[in-house]
């Protein structure tokens, strides 16, 4: 992998994790009717809510923020499921919790070792808002949607390559990172080197295969 002179990272899922916030999101919505179970369940709605909100935009050719995506699952989930809480102070909620996620165990001592030897930036489908500040830490360049008013799998592919175009090199001498879909098929579609982190140990279930498949960030170093 010696060829590579740029790594590009997500952020939620590959650096920083925000599964272990969801009760600090659910319980001051739910307040007395709060249980674990039905954090987890309602969570798993807004998330769906929210992908599902996603894609028919992306399809549309048009963009919402993601506080604007998020504020209409919420309407819909509360609505849904009968509760008396209002969206936009569960948007506050939430953003607040994405910007207390915890790092992973690999996470820091990655990146002082690729900072060292890359170029490094983080590319994230979100709001500045919702981003943990300790990215600022290290020489990093942020892309974010909010910025370029794109995300990284639509049809204009703008957020990749602004990448491309920032650092001035071959795509291929690019190698980007992260958990899901998008951020494979919008880097293979760019013609950029695509990693799926899958921590979770999960099945891949897009036509479009990863370059790379790794379970960690120290997994990803010993391939680099």
């Known amino acids: 992998m010696g060829r590579y002179k740029v790594i590009s990272l997500d ?25 674990e179970e039905r954090a987890l369940a309602l969570g798993s709605m807004l998330l769906s809510s929210y992908q599902r909100l996603s894609s028919e935009i992306r399809s549309n050719g048009d963009f919402w923020t993601s506080k604007e995506i998020y504020t209409r699952s919420f309407q819909q989930v509360f609505k849904q499921h009968g509760v008396e809480f209002d969206p ?3 948007v506050d909620i939430l953003f607040a919790q994405h910007r207390l996620s915890t790092l992973y165990e690999d996470t820091e001592r990655f990146l002082q070792q690729i900072c060292a030897k890359y170029q490094v930036c983080i590319v994230s489908d979100t709001d500045e808002l919702m981003l943990p500040d300790f990215y600022q830490n290290y020489p990093v360049t942020l892309f974010t949607s909010e910025m370029h008013r794109s995300y990284k799998n639509d049809s204009r592919n703008v957020m990749f390559r602004e990448v491309i175009a920032h650092y001035g090199v071959e795509p291929v001498q ?17 013609g950029i080197t695509a990693c799926w982190i899958n921590r979770e140990k999960a099945v891949w279930q ?3 295969q990863p370059d790379y ?6 997994e990803l ?4």
């Open 11 to 35: 952020m939620f899922q590959t650096l920083a994790n925000i599964q272990d916030r969801r009760a600090y999101v659910w319980k001051p919505i739910l307040q007395r009717d709060y249980s």
């Open 174 to 190: 690019i190698i980007h990172v992260g958990d899901t879909a998008s951020d494979v098929l919008g880097a293979a579609r760019a």
């Open 221 to 224: 170093y010993e391939l680099l």
């Open 206 to 208: 897009q036509a479009v």
């Open 88 to 90: 936009l102070q569960a």
């Open 213 to 218: 498949s790794v379970t960690s960030l120290v």
